[in-house]
């Protein structure tokens, strides 16, 4: 779709406007109207302090570091530095690689940081994360309402001010609350839709930078990361991005009246309609404090880009990731059922098969390729690193080795019983042939982790 995209371009460049375009707030409230910016003047102050402290800790101890990540079966080394922070037991994937989260401090866990200092900047998030979650909450109710009344004349910026609802203490949304009545079904839904689950926090100096790309299709300058979606999320889940960039520490703004397009010294989000070339896009300035949360359908609708100012640049960007299959509690339950097919003799201790059934074996061998490449390899590839933050991982991380070991065991088991000659020659050639295919799989799989 790039390709064609830019073919269909050729040498032109699609328009697109900043907050300092005429046309600017109507085509947001038309088309981007999911859409919803904050000044920082919305975060109390007490909050930014915490929160940019806390960056500044993370970066003082090293804890940003730069992912390699997989695209079309190619390694390559982001150029923005990240580290996530989460739930504990939390992952989040993107671009085939797995990050796992440096736990925010959480009631019911024994989470070890190397030091208070860390400790209060996991703090510091989880506090953010919970004033995002509100405002976002605000920001989704708001918008089903101006979308049921159709509400004309006021401006994206300030429209769902006045239907702000506050939540109750533990973070439920009240009814009686609300300026509208809402069916309890969509409270659910609007909850599990804000509920944030994790932050991926982002950091870059651009003038530590010897390349960065540009902007291929409006000409907006220097990319800090390209146009995409946002992955392995929650269906239809907002996202929240807080933005500090440490203005004053470089290049100020130009006073250059003159110029078309964005000023290149400030950081900006670039907007687009996916793969259209009718829609101008949007680049909005980002300084230092500001938020922006992308409702709804927005992330799957549309694409978005961060285009790179002149001084360096933190962001948490709180998602809710879908941790269906990224939880240690999904994976320790995943072991659990493979293992069920392993017994052990009382007087001999040998171990043996339950079941040779096709169905079970294949199950199990799968569960094993899913703990040894999903898991096992994606920690160890960079997971020593962690380690800078808290040791919290290194537990449960040898507790699924364990649970590899003894799934080596089994895979030995299905090889030396389908070798046994009182086999049923239909019952043991159908075994073979599904028991080969994930094996051929889980080569090619070390093969590829060698390389990388």
């Not at 470089?250 to 309609?273: C, F, I, M, T, Y």
């Not at 079970?360 to 020593?384: A, C, D, S, T, Y």
Request: a negative charge.
């Amino acid at each position: 779709q790039k390709k064609k995209l830019l073919e269909e371009l050729g040498e032109n460049r699609l328009p697109y406007m900043t907050p300092a375009d005429a046309d600017f707030h109507q085509l947001w409230k038309t088309k981007y109207s999911k859409l919803i910016f904050r000044k920082s003047d919305r975060v109390p102050e007490e909050l930014h302090q915490m929160v940019q402290e806390g960056f500044l800790t993370l970066r003082k101890h090293d804890c940003f570091f730069q992912d390699l990540v997989r695209i079309k079966g190619k390694d390559f080394v982001t150029p923005v530095s990240r580290i996530l922070i989460g739930n504990p037991g939390c992952t989040y994937k993107y671009l085939n690689t797995r990050l796992f989260t440096v736990p925010w401090p959480t009631e019911g866990y024994d989470i070890k940081y190397c030091s208070p200092q860390i400790h209060d900047a996991c703090k510091a998030l989880i506090r953010l994360n919970d004033f995002l979650h509100i405002e976002a909450v605000k920001a989704v109710q708001g918008q089903n309402l101006f979308e049921t009344e159709e509400i004309k004349g006021t401006t994206v910026i300030d429209r769902e001010q006045n239907f702000a609802t506050s939540l109750m203490e533990k973070g439920s949304v009240s009814k009686d609350q609300s300026s509208c009545c809402v069916p309890e079904a969509d409270y659910i839904s609007l909850k599990k839709r804000t509920s944030y689950n994790l932050t991926l926090l982002n950091y870059m100096d651009p003038l530590q930078m010897l390349y960065l790309k540009q902007e291929p299709y409006f000409g907006m300058g220097s990319m800090a990361v390209s146009w995409h979606h946002d992955e392995n999320l929650v269906e239809r889940s907002t996202v929240a991005v807080y933005s500090y960039s440490c203005e004053g520490s470089a290049v100020e703004e130009s006073n250059e009246q003159n110029l078309k397009g964005r000023d290149p010294a400030v950081w900006h989000v670039g907007l687009k309609v996916a793969w259209d070339i009718e829609t101008p896009g949007l680049a909005i300035p980002l300084h230092q404090g500001d938020f922006y949360l992308m409702l709804d359908d927005l992330n799957m609708t549309h694409q978005h880009c961060v285009l790179a100012g002149f001084s360096p640049r933190f962001s948490s960007t709180h998602r809710v990731a879908d941790c269906s299959r990224g939880t240690l509690e999904y994976i320790f339950g995943q072991c659990e059922l493979a293992l069920q097919n392993l017994q052990t003799d009382s007087d001999s201790m040998a171990l043996s098969l339950k079941s040779l059934e096709t169905a079970v074996v294949k199950q199990v061998e799968e569960i094993h390729n899913e703990v040894e490449f999903e898991w096992l390899r994606q920690f160890w590839f960079q997971g020593k690193r962690y380690l800078k933050c808290t040791d919290w991982w290194l537990k449960p991380m040898a507790k699924l080795e364990e649970f590899w070991r003894k799934m080596e065991i089994m895979t030995s088991l299905v090889l030396s019983e389908v070798g046994k000659e009182e086999q049923i020659e239909e019952q043991r050639n159908e075994t073979i042939s599904c028991f080969l295919l994930v094996l051929i799989e889980r080569q090619k799989l070390r093969k590829e982790w060698t390389a990388r």
